[in-house]
Each structure stands twice: as structure tokens, then as C-alpha cells.
């Protein structure tokens, strides 16, 4: 059994400080696997279940068994070494207000 602190080095927090939401869909880059620098088997299992397909932080923690705490540190990793892409949600003061939208789309009716 490893302890959790050995798997991220004793940090607590990845470089990239909020980079990784919950909802953030995280993919590997899709490069040889002997190309790949060494890495720990926390960080090989999570690129394994992201080269198919986009995941989630939050599924990436359920599949590895892992805290979130912990996934996003090794992601953190992982995004430095640019083997992996992160796709973040759009922040709710960017979205277009649903008033507006409806005034457009009212607006097209009328015409």
C-alpha cells in the first residue's frame, strides 16, 4: 500500500491552480508509449483511460480509485510533460444571459 503523499511528492496542490475543475474533460495526447518519459504507475493508469476517450476529473478520481486531491496533482504533472489536454468548462459569466437569447430568438420570429 502506497501512501498518498508519496504518490504526489508531498505536494497538495497542482502547479496550475485551478485548472482543473471537476467537470473539466482531461484527453491524452496521443504519442508512443515508449516515448513517454518514466512515470509512476498512478500517471500511466490515468493516461491509459484518457487515450479513448475525454473524462472527467471526477471520473478519472472513480476509475483510479483515488482521491481528487490526488488526481489533480498527477494531472498537474501530466499537463507540464504535455501529455495530456484539458478542456474546461465555460465559466457562467461568459455564457449569453437566457433573456437575451429569448429576445433574439423572438426578434427572428417576428421578421
Avoid: K, W, Y
Avoid at 47 to 56: A, K, N, T, Y
Wanted: with cysteine; proline share 6%; hydrophobic share 45%.
Amino acid at each position: 500500500m502506497v501512501r498518498l503523499f508519496s504518490m504526489t511528492r508531498g505536494r497538495t496542490r497542482p502547479v496550475e491552480e485551478g485548472m482543473f475543475d471537476l467537470i473539466s474533460l482531461v484527453t491524452a495526447v496521443h504519442r508512443d508509449e515508449s516515448e513517454e518519459p518514466d512515470l509512476d504507475l498512478e500517471h500511466r493508469s490515468i493516461l491509459r483511460l484518457c487515450r479513448h476517450e475525454p473524462l472527467s476529473v471526477a471520473e478519472l478520481g472513480s476509475f483510479t480509485d483515488l482521491p481528487v486531491s490526488v488526481v489533480r496533482v498527477l494531472l498537474g504533472d501530466l499537463l507540464h510533460a504535455e501529455l495530456i489536454a484539458v478542456t474546461r468548462p465555460v465559466p457562467l459569466a461568459q455564457l449569453p444571459d437566457e433573456r437575451l437569447l429569448r429576445d433574439v430568438i423572438n426578434g427572428l420570429r417576428a421578421l
